[in-house]
């Protein structure tokens, strides 16, 4: 994924909630996941959920532990978020950010976009 999808926030619970995989969409890695392949890694996802962190980049000592993934879900069908049409199999994650200075660099654009574990950073 090239561009940060941050598809809704919300201040007061300081969650970000991003689309992590589009179905048959080039992503960032140039690779194309199918909707099964997306609902198939969202149920791995989750019941591993525990052994989950996220971190920068996937690099070592990079995790992040005041951001936690509160919400993980598959679009049952295509919406529609301002002019950007996300199909049906969209795989979706909310994360809390319990640090402001972090919730706020995310919120600025400092990182770019996420994958099923990590954030990545701007200009990276």
Do not use: C
Request: no cysteine.
């Amino acid at each position: 994924m090239e561009q940060n999808r941050i598809i809704k926030t919300s201040d007061s619970h300081k969650t970000v909630t991003f689309a992590v995989l589009v179905p048959d969409e080039v992503d960032y890695n140039k690779d194309v996941i199918t909707k099964d392949e997306i609902i198939k890694t969202a149920h791995n996802f989750v019941e591993n959920l525990d052994l989950k962190k996220i971190n920068v980049d996937h690099k070592e000592w990079t995790e992040i532990p005041s951001a936690k993934i509160v919400e993980s879900y598959i679009l049952p069908q295509d919406m529609t978020f301002e002019d950007w049409i996300l199909p049906e199999g969209t795989r979706m994650v909310a994360i809390k950010f319990e640090d402001d200075q972090l919730y706020q660099d995310v919120l600025n654009g400092d990182y770019v976009g996420v994958s099923m574990e990590w954030m990545r950073v701007k200009n990276q």
